[in-house]
């Protein structure tokens, strides 16, 4: 007797419905309807998209920003896909790989998992695992087995990590073919949900690092990246990121988001000429403009504000090179002049 008769013979028959929870969810979601693409703040056509109520669509963060281009490619990507294609978005840290992906499936209620690609990763954690229980061993279906199933987006955060089996796994799925889980015995193959996508993110675009940082990255080889409809995308043009920041912090005063954002795109600059060894993720900024509003008020113990310097440290340079620490609140002095000593309070 093979290993996988015994696991498939210890299965009792009520944990072959192992995925009672995510049926029960489409049962009451139904199937596709079409949205308004004014979901993505651009209205004027529609996207095929599901019934609201799914209990692995994400949360909608309503500042986040569609770039138009990428979108209209994602769409296009999204709505017909019998080439075979995943899709990768490659960029700086922070630049919004994944909430873009993840903010697309949340405007049009579809599912999403989110995996990370990690060099040890094997395929099959993604697909199915037995789990030990009191009744016997049972088969769990992974996020790859039930996107493909169920339709919605697999997204592979960091996929230029994963070693060459992995990738290449990932292959037959794209093609489009039906994915055979050996422990769910004759009730294993499944075949494609037409509204499966996958998305892989990355710093490098596949090619592996040409920047220098992010040498952790692997390089594809032709094989898979012939598999692939590429994107890179890069931070938000000044005025946008602006606004965002508006619109995720309604009580940040209006004068210090441009100060704010200039400061970023110095530091995205240093690190991409190779001067500053970090750079500042989109994530970073919002998360400096919340402490900046955290400290809004906050002096030090002569009395002087110090609550723009914390709120630097809190969100990006406690823990750098001392130098270069420094180098980047110093720029910060001169961009925010004196709000820098006067506090936002005081804006
Ligand atoms: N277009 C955008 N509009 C509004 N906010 C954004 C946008 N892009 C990114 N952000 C903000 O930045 C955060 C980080 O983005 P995200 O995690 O998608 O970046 P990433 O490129 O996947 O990062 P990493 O390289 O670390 O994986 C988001 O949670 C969001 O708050
Ligand atoms: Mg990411």
Known sequence: MTMMTRVEDNIPAAHTGVIAKEETAFELIGSEQDIDTSVFGR??????GFKPGHF???????????????LEDFCAFWEVNDGG??????GD???GKTSFAE???ARINA?????????DRVLDDWICTIHMTNDGAKPVLG??????KFGGILCINEGDKLRPAARHGLHSILEGMPLVIPQLGNKGVIRPHPYFRLVMTGNSGGYGDQSGMYQDSNRFDLATLDRFVKRRLDYLPANIEEQVILQAYEEFPEELAPMVVKLANKVREQFRNGTWACTFSQRAV???VRWIIIHADKKDATGTHCGLARALDLALTEGLDEDVRKAIHEHAKDVFGNWWTLGAANV
Do not use: N, S
């Open 43 to 48: 209205p004027g056509a529609t996207v095929t």
């Open 56 to 70: 692995r669509v994400p949360q909608i963060k309503a500042y986040y920003h569609f770039p138009a281009d990428l």
């Open 85 to 90: 294609e995943g899709f990768l978005l490659f």
């Open 93 to 95: 840290a922070g630049v």
């Open 103 to 105: 903010q697309f499936a």
């Open 111 to 119: 599912p999403f998992y989110e995996v990370v690609g990690d060099r």
């Open 143 to 148: 996020p790859l087995a039930l996107a493909v």
């Open 286 to 288: 919002l998360r400096f």
